[in-house]
């Protein structure tokens, strides 16, 4: 239900531009956030936004990334720059769906997309 795409590979100091869009049909989407999993360690949360747009960060991230929606589109974005190594990481986006106008909400996490950070 949910597709992060935009991973790839980059080299230290460099910028990606991930994307988390929905497939299929559906009656309404809230975007909540992104995290991101490194080898061998723990998911852990990147950054969240609201329906009205605020921003949250991690504290170890704040200042490089960026989180925004696309509400039009139906897209959820996460800008990165100064990437590290450290950076390294599956990303993986979050958000809660509302199938139909008589569904239930339903929380879905997208099938991740990996980002390399290496010269």
């Known amino acids: 239900q949910l597709q992060a795409s935009g991973g790839g590979l980059v080299q230290p100091g460099g910028s990606l531009r991930l994307s988390c869009a929905p497939s299929?049909?559906?009656?309404?989407?809230?975007?909540m956030g992104w995290y991101r999993q490194a080898p061998g360690k723990q998911r852990e949360w990147v950054a969240s936004?609201?329906?009205?747009?605020?921003?949250t960060y991690s504290d170890s991230l704040k200042g490089r990334f960026t989180i925004s929606t696309d509400n039009a589109k139906n897209i959820m974005y996460l800008q990165m720059s100064g990437l590290k190594p450290e950076d390294t990481a599956v990303y993986f986006c979050?958000?809660?769906?509302?199938?139909?106008?008589?569904?239930?909400?339903?929380?879905?996490w997208g099938q991740g997309t990996l980002v390399t950070v290496s010269s």
């Open positions: 299929g049909t559906f009656f309404s989407i809230k975007f």
């Open positions: 936004i609201t329906t009205g747009g605020s921003t």
């Open positions: 979050n958000a809660d769906i509302l199938p139909g106008s008589r569904s239930v909400w339903t929380n879905y």
